[in-house]
């Protein structure tokens, strides 16, 4: 896995690292303003950022506590960065990280193109349990719904 430090977006500052990647990422990104609104609403929403030996900002994850669930957001990661293995080091800390909230199940959404996507959260246990048609715009895709159960085994997968 990559060597980078994982760290909880507490700070309105900390908030252009996440931008940039957005931007690199996503062909609808979200704004400051969305993340602005995401650190007022502690306890439910949280984002981590991953930062290289050199304290730039590479990759990130952002997801919600919602009772015994974990919803994963966005997970990005800049684009020279990729296949690095900084996404599975946030995914791995963003699943323990649940577990620790309480969390025992996670879901999030995937275009159904996105293959490398795909490929790492089947290697953490993700299963397809759905399809949202036409979720995505820019362009027009369907969204894969993917669970993965049992996360107090994440330690261990």
Not at 7 to 10: A, I, R, V
């Given at each position: 896995m990559a060597t980078c430090r994982i760290?909880?977006?507490?700070t309105a500052d900390q908030i252009d690292g996440v931008l940039a990647i957005e931007q690199a990422s996503f062909t609808n990104p979200w704004t400051r303003e969305m993340y602005l609104a995401e650190l007022e609403n502690r306890g439910v929403s949280y984002c981590f950022l991953a930062r290289d030996a050199r304290g730039q900002a590479v990759g990130f994850c952002s997801f919600w506590r919602i009772l015994d669930e974990l919803h994963i957001n966005n997970l990005a990661v800049l684009p020279d960065?990729?296949?690095a293995g900084v996404g599975s080091t946030l995914l791995a800390h963003v699943l323990s990280e649940g577990v620790r909230?309480?969390?025992g199940r996670a879901t999030l959404e995937v275009r159904r193109s996105n293959e490398a996507a795909r490929l790492l959260y089947e290697r953490f246990g993700f299963t397809v349990r759905?399809?949202?048609q036409a979720y995505y715009t820019g362009p027009v895709e369907d969204a894969l719904v993917l669970w993965r159960e049992g996360l107090s085994d994440v330690a261990t997968s």
């Open positions: 760290e909880l977006l507490t960065r990729r296949r909230l309480g969390a759905g399809v949202r």
